[in-house]
Nanobody
């Protein structure tokens, strides 16, 4: 069993930056892919960025390309989402997710929401 806890959310002005963290615990050895999703009020959940542990080409949502980056700290079992040049449309609850399968690509995981384990989310509010 894997547990995920997000942190780092908050309120920031447009153009600012924020870094989200997702700490994994439990059977972390079984995790092969992790991702970040977001859901804004009145909108469906969308994949922001997903990455496989054995590959170096993470997927990014077109709307965040060039502004968001992802990284991980294996020693801390933590992944990060660095958000720069934030816009009001980035306002949403951000969730991290994890799964054990290696059959699908990062793109497929992120666009099809295939993750089995989800965190509780952290709120990001960008004001204009």
């Amino acid at each position: 069993q894997v547990q995920l806890v997000e942190s780092g959310g908050g309120s920031v002005q447009a153009g600012g930056s924020l870094r989200l963290s997702c700490a994994a615990s439990g059977s972390i050895f079984s995790i092969h892919v992790m991702g970040w999703y977001r859901q804004a009020p009145g909108k469906q959940r969308e994949g922001v960025s997903c990455m496989r542990s054995d590959r170096s080409n993470p997927y990014f949502l077109d709307a965040v390309k060039g502004r968001f980056t992802v990284s991980k700290d294996n020693a801390k079992s933590t992944v990060y989402l660095q958000m720069n040049s934030l816009k009001s449309e980035d306002t949403a609850t951000y969730y991290c997710a994890a799964d054990t399968l290696t059959y699908y690509s990062a793109d497929e995981y992120c666009t099809r929401a295939l993750f089995a384990t989800w965190g509780q989310g952290t709120q990001v509010t960008v004001s204009s």
